[in-house]
């Protein structure tokens, strides 16, 4: 293991933002994490992963340990249910397909999202319907001072809409290793009624979708609204879809009758960030190397030479903008370093 010192992040991150780090090492098992650990016990250290759900608007004045960790595998399995393991460092997408090809279902609803394995419970991404605590059993974790080994159950991590206890009550003093998917053998319950899914199918003249029916729908629905990072920087969606209390809503409503909502609970709605940013002029909008993407409000853009300062301002004035017209506050969904 080779520590760089004032190292370039440009590749490391899916915005494509050129920020350094102060030093950076690639650690590839468990064992080579430890020893980076113990060998630099005063020194600042910052967990990287695949680089998708964060903008860089500086540089890391830290260790950068990037974790590469490979490697999945079927650990346990009955007629019905299979569960597999998968090392932090694959690749999200690539290990959603496999999953796929051995035919369990659980996880195609959350094709073609960016990132690793190992960042996903931080994050509980989800998508068309699903999220990871849907089918998340465990994951094991390294705790980032004592070296210690410790295993986080569903219930222990405190899912939510986009949070984990990763993201509150233990932030930065782990760092995830593997993680654990209870998955279908059979007889999958598939999701198809979220989104543009159903659409999608009936325009492929599918009536029976399989789970890679509608993992190709999902990615093709994607495809058509995201960019992908490796031809425009970006980090998928950069907000959180706000939450708010029904009262709210339904006094918002009255100027903003066409406003779609999702009931969350007997008190609270959803609405759609994108439809906010939209109406509110934002979709398509280019300042500088700095953007919104033309087909997808939610997501912002680097469209060559952005600074993360230039993309993050754009982020503010959406905010404020968003609170000035619709009294709704909307937070980010990526990591602000």
Known sequence: MQIHKNFSLKKYNTFGIEAKARQFVSVHSVDELITVLNENPTTKKFILGGGSNMLLTQDIDALVIHLDLKGKKIIDENDDFVWVESQAGENWHEFVIW???QNFGGLENLSLIPGNVGTTPIQNIGAYGVEIKDTFVLCEAI????QELMIFTNEKCKFGYRESIFKNEVKDEFIITSVVFKLTKKEHKLNTS????E??????HITNPTLKDVSNAVISIRQSKLPDPKELGNSGSFFKNPVILKTDFEKIQQKFPEMPHYVVSETEVKVPAGWLIEQAGFKGKRFGDAGIHRNQALVLVNYGNATGQEILAVAKDIQATIQA?????I???VNII
């Open 143 to 146: 705790h980032s001072e004592t």
């Open 194 to 197: 979220y989104g543009a899914i």
């Open 325 to 329: 017209t619709f009294s709704i506050s």
């Open 331 to 333: 937070e980010t969904e």
């Open 199 to 204: 659409t999608e199918l009936e325009k492929q």
């Open 99 to 101: 999953t796929i090809d």
